[in-house]
């Protein structure tokens, strides 16, 4: 059973981010205040629930939050300051669209930098563990999965629709055919042999 609060605190705010590991597309992180009587049957780790069940849960969230805020970090600004600060800029941003300022910050993971003056926590497998943190993760999963199946429309050989952005055999072997596009992030090594020089 994942708690509902880990400080004590009525407005914690829990936040997480999807797509690090992706060769394409943005970060996308989330943050979210839960009601103290929310519940839900199945909310859970992002990665654990199927597409559909991500799906439905989204907008029980969005309806159901006390806040919550939804941020996009662009694979350009991902090239420009590295996916770690790509990851705690994009919850930062996610924090600051709260309509609530939270009292206290749980995060996934293990490195965060402070926002503002409020005290925070990092949680590695938080996702699992603490509801608001699940709720980030579906969010920001549910807005980054949409918006890589739109990217899809206008470059379906990288099959972004299914793989969303991830290094699959599929999506690498489409680098290798038809090269990067603007959505590829060009700090990551998007093919195992970029390494090797032809001599």
Known sequence: MLKLNYSGYTLEAGTDEAG?????????????????????????????????????LRPFIEKNALAYGVSFVWQQEVDQI?????????????????????????VDGNKFKNYKKIPHKTIVKGDAKYLSIAAASVLAKTYRDEYMSKIHLEFPMYNWQK??????????????????????????????????LKL
């Open 20 to 56: 690090r590991g992706c060769l394409s597309g943005p970060v996308v992180a989330a943050a979210v205040i839960l009601p103290a009587d929310f519940s839900h049957p199945f909310l859970n780790d992002s990665k654990q629930l199927s597409e559909k069940r991500r799906e439905e």
């Open 163 to 196: 793989n969303k952005g991830y290094p699959t055999k599929q999506h690498r072997n489409a680098i290798r055919q038809f090269g990067a596009t603007d959505y590829h992030r060009k700090s990551f090594k998007l093919l195992p042999e970029q390494l090797k």
């Open 82 to 106: 590295n996916v770690l600060q790509a990851s705690i800029t994009g919850m930062h941003r996610s924090i600051e669209m709260l309509k609530i300022e939270p009292e206290f910050i749980i």
